[in-house]
């Protein structure tokens, strides 16, 4: 039998990313598959060792630009954890509330183009419509639907709009008659389970071995959610279930994802209920005039203090406060402050511009999330400097899609993007 | 504790983190042995990576393994100080994921794992020259223009 060697992407009419799979095909079936990756890097890496800690945030939203509050929350997480501070109650719900509303909007962007692939486009038209209604939400808050940077370190960028609660009833009521919808177009449709059920099937010793988490390991059965292991923000104090799946199939896979959004709006639904008011951001500590004097003259890869004019040290001293105002150490002045006072934009020069800018102590930090496809952690080593000395992702797609050559050996070319649609690759987070 | 056995039995030097994540340093030679106890334990190899402490530290590189064990609800961080030149062996027969982790390392640092099965690039190209999460890679570095397969048309 002659096998024929055929290049799926990167660019490709079916492809949601730019990914090349190489696949050696006898007839229809897959004998062999690599799998090529890197196409969408872009440096994130060594970008973010070159910016300073806030710059990092609107890269963290072209992560996973399905879910980009998940992405924002775990960078600000990670670097309050540096830091040393916490942030207020009503950031904490807000924040859990636009998490799942982004987990949401992750799993509807999945589930769609496993119908699309399958000749279900309705389910795609479905879903993406559901999708819209959230995304207003996220416009009407952040003032993005993508690019949204809402999650700040030592808050969350402003409070929701007046009419949010209206502007929420709305997109849950779409969402889960978009759930619904989809249920019964999908779930017990024969042409569907032919075509999902017992394929690109992982067995639960595997996914641990390929270092799954996520969705797609609980597809698996296996009971592993950050939300519920390691508890952040107030998951403990929500009830919701973690849905696991038997087989660890495409179709379990459809499934887990389509039951995790229904515990996505039980939290959120709960979530609203307990929220008070109260502020946004933490109460930020004033760094004094001589101590930002000097912290602006010391240079980034000087270690001990420069050395302000050693003759006159002290009598400049008592100077300082009307050379310069007390600048904030770590947060944000709201926007409003920043357009119409000139201490706003002090305060906010002070916290974005090179050479100025929060300086966490020296450590390292590993925070997770449970992110859409699995836990999502960041990873950053301080050096005392206004840098991040290292900065690393830890992408849940990477672990999963070095598996997907594995998992389509032995199945039909035509099972090949369905596959690769149920583990949802996002190009921003797996090649960073 | 399991880890405090573990750590114990090769003599590990502790590190404090921020994030109460136990970590330790461990030696090149070590490391194999060290990780397949641990590996007995920690079902999720969650990530392999490097920092370069280049003129900080004496030794260039650590290698950083971060380790999940679901059972016993508690992660686990170790490190492997590394010179410039020097390799490390490979974790690939222990957890299926190292294959592609210890190739992104590989390709942004230029450390070299020993008894890797297929250690090339991963997110870069095969003619990329250098390894750009080196300290001292530039950072407006251009890369030379790849030759083509095939002459371009007139």
Redesign the interface.
Known sequence: MERMLLNIGPSHPAMHGTIQIKVELDGERVIRADVE??YL?R?F??TAE?RTYMQVIPYTDRLNYVSPILNNLAYAMAVE??L?IDVPPRAKWLRMIFGEISRITDHLTCIAPIGMELGAFTVFLYMIKAREFLWDILDATTGARLTTSYVRIGGVKADVPDNFEELLKEALREVRKAVKDVHGLLSNNPIFLKRTRDIAVVSQA?A??????GPVLRSTG???DVRK??PYLYYDEVEFDVPLGERGDNYDRYMVRMKEIEQSIRIIEQAFKKIEKGPVRTEDEVVEAYEAIEASHRGKYLDGKLKLSPNLEGMEKDLYDQIMAKVPRYILPPKEDLYRTMEGMIKHFKLIMSGHGLRP?T?????PVEGGNG?L?F?I?S?GGDRP??L?L?APV??I???LGKMIEGHYVADVIPTFASINMIGGEL?? | MVIEEIAEKYNLKKIE???E?PSFYCTRDSITDILSEFHKHF?????I?A??YLG?RDKRFEV?Y?L?S?KN?T?L?LKVPLDEGEKIPSASSL???A???ER?VYD?FGIEFEGHPDLR?????PEFEGH??RKD?P?KKSQPRIKLLRPERE
């Open positions: 990756i890197g890097h440096g890496e060594k070159n954890k540096l040393g595997e641990l071995s390929y270092g799954f988490t296996f009971y592993y292991t390691f102590p450590g390292e930090v590993y925070v836990e952690g990873y080593v050096d000395y290292r690393h830890r990477f672990s899609m070095s598996a090649d960073r | 983190a921020a994030d994540i079902e999720i190899l969650l990530d990576t920092v370069d900080k950083v971060l999940l679901i609800r992660r961080r957890w299926k994921n294959n592609w982790l992104e942004m690039r991963i997110l870069l190209y750009p999460l890679y950072l």
